[in-house]
C-alpha cells in the first residue's frame, strides 16, 4: 500500500460509566452531531433494560455488554472472484470490526422495531439480545450459516 494508515483515535470514556465501549455505542448511535441526545437515550435505554430485567442480579451495563456480546458475528462472508466465478468466501473478523458490527446491527435493527421512543426500542433490543433472541441476533445467526454453507470454499482465502 502506498498510503499510510490513518492513525487510529482515542476515544475519551463515558462520564457516568467512565467506558470506552459506551462512548463508541454512542458515538454511533448519534445523529447529526447531537451527541448530548443521544448519551440520554443511551442512559435512558440503561435505565428501561433495569426495569424490564429485574430477575437477574446483573447491572445494566453488564446486561447491555452481554447482549453485544451476543450479536458480535465471528465470521463473515467476503466475495471473491476466482476466473470469472464469484465465490462467498468465509473469513474471520478482526476484533474492532466484530464490535463494529454488533453495535451497528443493534442500533439498526433497534431502529426498525416499534416502539415511542428511541430509548424504549433500544432496550426492547439489548433485552431480546440478551435472551439470543430479536433482529440483531437473527442476522448474526444468518451470517454464521452463510459462512457454514460456504465453507468449501475456505480455501480461496486471501
Known amino acids: 500500500m502506498r498510503k499510510t494508515k490513518p492513525k487510529k483515535r482515542i476515544l475519551l470514556p463515558d462520564p457516568k460509566f467512565h467506558d470506552t465501549l459506551v462512548t463508541r455505542f454512542v458515538n454511533d448511535l448519534m445523529q447529526d452531531g447531537k451527541k448530548s441526545v443521544a448519551y440520554t437515550i ?9 426495569q424490564r430485567v429485574k430477575d437477574t442480579e446483573l447491572s445494566p451495563l453488564e446486561i447491555w455488554k452481554k447482549a453485544l456480546e451476543n450479536v458480535t458475528p465471528a465470521v463473515e462472508v467476503k466475495s471473491r472472484r476466482v476466473g470469472g466465478a464469484t465465490f462467498q468466501v468465509p473469513m474471520e ?16 435493527f433497534a431502529r426498525k422495531r ?17 435472551n439470543s433472541e430479536g433482529g440483531a441476533f437473527k442476522k448474526k445467526e444468518d451470517t454464521h450459516r452463510m459462512a457454514e454453507a460456504n465453507r468449501a470454499f475456505a480455501h480461496f482465502r486471501f
Open 42 to 50: 443511551f442512559y435512558d435505554t440503561l435505565n428501561l433494560v433495569e
Open 93 to 108: 473478523i478482526r476484533p474492532e470490526r466484530k464490535t463494529a458490527i454488533s453495535i451497528k446491527n443493534l442500533i439498526l
Open 114 to 130: 416499534s416502539g415511542k421512543s428511541m430509548s424504549d426500542k433500544l432496550s426492547a433490543e439489548i433485552v431480546a439480545a440478551f
